[in-house]
């Protein structure tokens, strides 16, 4: 937030106000990335397509808990809801992708909008709990609905149709890659205009002091609700791509560690920021990755360590902590 | 003098600005508004004052609708908003500043303000237009910052401004909200007296037609601002009337025997 205008007349607020939803040159970064992946690593693209769903679940996980500040283990309610939506429809006979996204988009928001009206009337600690419940009492409702579900051998028999009707999902995983970058790219959109609009810098008054948005006469109650029904929408549609582009579904997509890693994920990148998830998602995998290759059996202490660490001398994560080093280069 | 009888389409006298009647909150065995019948006329310059704990601030989470009442009515304007929600209120002109400073600290002053001019034009949900591209509120907020002497601070973090700023943005951010009763809670509370002259001057050159409610401990502020007073003493109102009746009564001088008398 460096001020390198001097310009301190109302012509230059509304300049400095006008800037920050501008598209700078460092936005087209992340596409690049992606796309120039695509080329690298043929032999990765499967796994590309993962990443870049995680990266939108990401996205929708910092809209509540880095612009709203609603603090939540339970996202992965809607990463599965979402999941299971396109996965019932594609094992019943619906296999056309895009309406299933709009489909499991809608599942999830519903869920997000009904469980949102009852917990986020708590805050703090009990919010907390309430999320991490919601999410188990899904687990539990789709371990158990074995005829419907799968239960715990998981949802069979997805048969997903090509993309536009033309694109197939192959082995190598090449349309599920560009099919998930371009639902990222949407997804993203989405995110970018809420977060810069009027309700987007409401959010984060409510982040920063909700007393006070009281008191200026916002409707707490129902930006928070809103907010959380539009980051479980997309969650769904995260989980919805998982669902399409790996043609299964299993329990895991609700569990508990879906829910906790994202959330580290997230905190890696940094929240509130809205490329948190386009940085953490990819270094969380990476980091694991080379844990794991290091110490097989210990690899999760070694990412406990880290977070740890982040926690304590990088606030904000890397881009927190890139923003920060931004500043100190400039005032030196 | 604020009492004069303003005619309303030759009617009585009109409804107060703020009128409380039986007004109770009580926390189990603990009283903190008992029975406060209480009148802001148009345009007041009203004190609240009383000893810690004599239920200043609870009068105001009332009346502003953080705290629902035990008991009793609020009425503004004659209308009952006793049920009404903290939003509901703000709208009907009940604005408030805290004696904490309540701001949103990591964003610039002008947002702040922004936050609050675009609450009451209704537009703080809006989805479909950045923010940024909305000149008509950033230039209301940025004119109300000019007219508080606070625009060279516009574009700075609430956290970066000396604490006697801050006060000042609280009351930006009231006034963001075109109140028609201001409830101020300590207004320069912390601030050292070296500073606290600016929001006194603040105070004096807030638009005639507000009722302002003002709660206070520096005497010297209340006696210059306030054209009435009420003391209020656990939660119940102990003496009201003009500055002079005041600092004569014996009760007052009771009350505060010991802290600073009136003047």
Not at chain 1, 100 to 127: D, E, K, M, P, Y
Not at chain 2, 225 to 245: D, F, K, M, S, Y
Request: proline share 4%.
């Amino acid at each position: 937030m460096a001020l390198l205008s001097e310009d301190r007349t109302v012509a230059g607020a509304i300049e400095i106000f006008a800037r920050r939803h501008r598209f700078r040159w460092y936005e087209v970064l992340p596409w690049l990335v992606a796309a120039s992946c695509y080329v690298a690593f043929p032999n990765y693209l499967a796994l590309g397509a993962q990443v870049l769903a995680a990266i939108l679940f990401g996205l929708s996980l910092d809209l509540v808990l880095g612009y709203a500040g609603i603090v939540t283990l339970g996202h992965a309610a809607f990463f599965g809801t979402g999941a299971y939506a396109a996965g019932l429809l594609a094992a019943h006979g619906w296999g056309e992708p895009l309406s299933g996204l709009l489909v499991a988009a809608a599942a999830a928001a519903a869920v997000g909008f009904v469980t949102g009206a009852v917990i986020l009337r708590t805050h703090g600690l009990t919010l907390l709990m309430q999320t991490l419940m919601v999410a188990t009492m899904l687990h539990e409702v789709a371990n158990k609905a074995n005829s419907i579900t799968g239960g715990a051998d998981g949802l069979q028999g997805m048969v997903v149709r090509p993309v536009f009707g033309l694109y197939r999902f192959d082995l190598f995983g090449k349309t599920a890659y560009w099919y998930c970058l371009g639902v990222l790219f949407i997804g993203w959109l989405v995110m970018r205009r809420i977060v810069f609009s009027p309700f987007g810098r409401s959010l984060t008054g409510v982040r920063e002091n909700e007393a006070r948005m009281h008191a200026i006469g916002s409707p707490v109650f129902r930006r928070r609700l809103v907010a959380y029904t539009i980051s479980a929408a997309l969650a769904g549609v995260s989980g919805a791509l998982i669902a399409q582009t790996t043609q299964f579904v299993a329990t895991d997509a609700l569990g508990f560690e879906r829910s906790g890693t994202i959330l580290i994920m997230l905190l890696l990148g940094g929240i509130g920021r809205l490329y948190g998830a386009f940085i953490g998602v990819p270094l969380y995998m990476i980091l694991q990755d080379r844990f794991a290759a290091i110490d097989p059996v210990y690899w999760y202490f070694w990412i406990g360590l880290l977070l740890v660490v982040v926690v304590m001398f990088f606030r904000g994560g890397a881009i927190g902590t890139g923003e920060r080093l931004l500043q100190w280069l400039r005032r030196r | 003098m604020a009492q004069a009888a303003v005619s309303m389409a030759g009617t009585a006298a009109a409804p107060a600005a703020l009128e409380t009647t039986g007004l109770c909150k009580s926390f189990g065995a603990l009283n903190v508004a008992c029975a406060i019948d209480f009148r802001l006329e148009r345009g007041a310059r009203h004190a609240l004052i009383g000893p810690n704990g004599a239920g200043k601030t609870s009068f105001v989470n009332l009346v502003t609708g953080a705290l629902v009442p035990s008991a009793g009515r609020i009425l503004v304007d004659g209308a009952d908003i006793t049920g009404l929600a903290q939003a509901a209120r703000v709208k009907r002109g009940i604005v408030r500043t805290f004696q904490i400073t309540t701001l949103f600290r990591g964003l610039t002053v002008l947002e702040n303000v922004t936050l609050a001019v675009s609450e009451r034009l209704g537009s703080g949900g809006d989805i479909h237009r950045p923010a940024g591209s909305r000149r008509a509120i950033i230039e209301e907020a940025y004119a109300l910052l000019e007219s508080l002497g606070l625009q060279d601070d516009s574009l700075r973090p609430v956290k970066e401004l000396a604490y006697g700023r801050q006060r000042l943005v609280e009351i930006a951010v009231a006034l963001g909200l075109k109140p028609k009763v201001l409830l101020l809670d300590e207004p320069a509370a912390g601030v050292p007296s070296s500073e606290s002259g600016t929001i006194v001057e603040t105070i004096e050159r807030l638009p005639a037609d507000i009722a302002v409610l003002i709660i206070e401990h520096d005497m010297d502020l209340v006696f210059r601002l306030a054209r009435r007073i009420t003391v209020l003493v656990q939660g119940a109102v102990l003496v009201e009337g003009t500055p002079p009746e005041i600092s004569a009564d014996a009760r007052v001088r009771q009350v505060y025997l010991g802290e600073r008398p009136p003047a």
